[in-house]
């Protein structure tokens, strides 16, 4: 199976701050690799999809890059709304795995 | 706009089979790869499994000897029936579905399941 590692685990950040976070995989997955916000009490819902691309609808804060193992999401200017679990997940072949996820806490 | 509603008991006695239907309004049963995820109370998410409408699955190994996935075209649902189950099977199980991404495009809203006798 491909190991996705995200850092941190956890971070607390202020509106309008930017935050970064990191997902790493085990072995080379492209640019297979999808990113997910989870609010409490809620489903997943997805965020980016291909490293990259943003589905309609997803605000243009929120951005991916990275490519082979290093992926980065990004929220430029935080909003109290994004508070929130964040998981990155790979696509690249089965099973599927998604990273142990980064908790999102606004100061 | 596809929507998704998982439905089944809330709770299963150990060594039972859990069984979950998950049913799909506002698009097409060909449109994704049918998907279900899981995630233990306070934990993370892990994958079980897809099937395609054409017949074809995928499991996670680690579920593989207890897992089966079905899909019903005639009524838009698809089905999870997971056996022999334990304490560690506790979680809220999600229907999803995977795009062309490939991506868990569309969720269901979960629904918890606890195994104790």
């Known amino acids: 199976d491909i190991q996705m590692t995200q850092s941190p685990s956890s971070l607390s950040a202020s509106v309008g701050d930017r935050v970064t976070i990191t997902c790493r995989a085990s072995?080379?997955?492209?640019?297979?690799l999808n990113w997910y916000q989870q609010k409490p009490g809620k489903a997943p819902n997805l965020l980016i999809y291909?490293?990259?691309s943003l589905p309609s609808g997803v605000p243009s804060r929120f951005s991916g890059s990275g490519s082979g193992t290093d992926f980065t999401l990004t929220i430029s200017g935080l909003q109290y709304e994004d508070l929130a679990t964040y998981y990155c997940q790979q696509s690249y072949t089965t099973p599927r795995t998604f990273g142990q996820g980064t908790k999102l806490g606004i100061k | 706009q596809v929507k998704l509603q998982e439905s089944g008991p809330g709770l299963v006695k150990p060594s039972e089979t859990l069984s979950l239907t998950c049913t799909v309004s506002g698009g097409s049963i060909s449109d994704y790869y049918w998907t279900w995820i899981r995630q233990p109370p306070g934990k993370g998410l892990e994958w079980i499994g897809f099937?395609?409408?054409?017949?074809?699955?995928n499991y996670n190994p680690s579920l593989e000897s207890r897992v089966t996935i079905s899909v019903d075209t005639s009524k838009n649902q698809f089905s999870l029936k997971l056996n022999s189950v334990t304490a560690a099977d506790t979680a809220v199980y999600y229907c999803a579905g995977e795009g062309s991404g490939p991506s868990f495009d569309c969720w269901g809203q979960g629904t918890l399941v606890t195994v104790s006798s």
């Open positions: 072995q080379s997955i492209s640019t297979s």
């Open positions: 099937m395609y409408y054409s017949g074809s699955t």
């Open positions: 291909a490293a990259s």
